[in-house]
């Protein structure tokens, strides 16, 4: 999602409050908002979050970030709770999931199970975490034409994540950050549930890419597939999720409209940039954040 921060810390709470869900024709999409949290404990974005008259719907989705998976996550345990007993728009309960890097598939996999642990070992009689995001995951199936051996790392880890929590409704994301390569998604090898098929800002976001070169934008779809880049609406909406920052208050709405548009299941516009040295765009609460999630709740369509 962003270049590891070694010591930066996340912390997110939330009192109960009712939500009504927007009835949707059947057959119809929608679309859901859903948040990067990374702050310090105390940090207002924090402080606004748990605060029902400041944040009266929560997002559908919040990851979590303690040292990247490398820090004291217990004392995320109490705040994921009372998240998780919150109900979002989608009528569903928040689901609260750890950040865990993975450094293009270059870092070992028994580094990658320890950061795992540390968010779903049960503690206290039960595990507090609905699953995890795997950030910096590359796109290609393997380092070399043909290999899987990138699909296969990936897979194993998601195995791994279900051993942990069982017979759960778990969630499990991969940040690739573009189009992900359709060898994620094939049958019985699946890496993922949801995959980040965009991050960047929003003037990348609105931006063909096909038009300045390809040095930046959208590139055009959220899988690549015999080599194109297509939209990917064979594998159901809610495995995209595009994250976009420095979205202003003029265009917060129009990046939501294109998201659902380029069929991603989840969004998250925020108007936070790289703001400090820590190049850390997800570390303040968006301000229009209760207007998008309540926009978010009424897009729908086939």
Not at 151 to 176: G, H, Q, S
Not at 240 to 263: E, G, K, S
Request: hydrophobic share 40%; proline share 5%.
């Amino acid at each position: 999602m962003y270049k590891r921060i070694l010591s930066l810390a996340a912390v997110i709470g939330l009192g109960y409050i009712a939500v009504s869900t927007p009835a949707r024709a059947d057959g119809d999409r929608g679309i859901d908002v859903a948040l990067p949290v990374y702050v310090f404990p105390g940090d207002p974005f924090l402080n606004d979050l748990k605060n029902p008259a400041v944040t009266p719907v929560p997002p559908a989705v919040i990851v979590v970030n303690i040292g990247n998976g490398d820090g004291d996550v217990s004392i995320l345990d109490t705040d994921a709770d009372a998240l998780r007993a919150r109900i979002a728009s989608n009528g569903e309960h928040v689901k609260v999931i750890g950040y865990v890097y993975t450094s293009l598939g270059a870092r070992a996999d028994a580094d990658i199970k320890t950061s795992i642990d540390r968010y779903l070992t049960a503690r206290n009689g039960s595990v507090h975490y609905d699953g995890i995001f795997f950030d910096e995951v590359p796109r290609d199936c393997g380092p070399t034409a043909g290999s899987m051996a990138w699909r296969d790392k990936y897979r194993a880890l998601r195995e791994y994540v279900w051993t942990k929590i069982p017979n759960v409704a778990d969630l499990v994301v991969n940040n690739v950050g573009t189009a992900v390569s359709d060898c994620y998604l094939q049958t019985g090898h699946e890496t993922a549930d949801t995959f980040v098929t965009f991050e960047g800002s929003a003037l990348s976001y609105l931006t063909d890419a096909a038009t300045v070169g390809w040095a930046y934008g959208w590139v055009g779809g959220n899988v690549i597939s015999n080599g194109q880049y297509v939209i990917g609406t064979q594998y159901g909406s809610w495995r995209f999720w595009h994250l976009v920052y420095d979205a202003r208050a003029a265009n917060w709405q129009t990046i939501v409209d294109t998201a659902f548009a380029r069929y991603a299941g989840y969004i998250d516009a925020t108007d936070d940039y790289y703001t400090n040295t820590w190049l850390n765009p997800w570390d303040a609460k968006p301000t229009y954040l209760s207007d998008e999630t309540e926009y978010a709740s009424n897009v729908s369509g086939p």
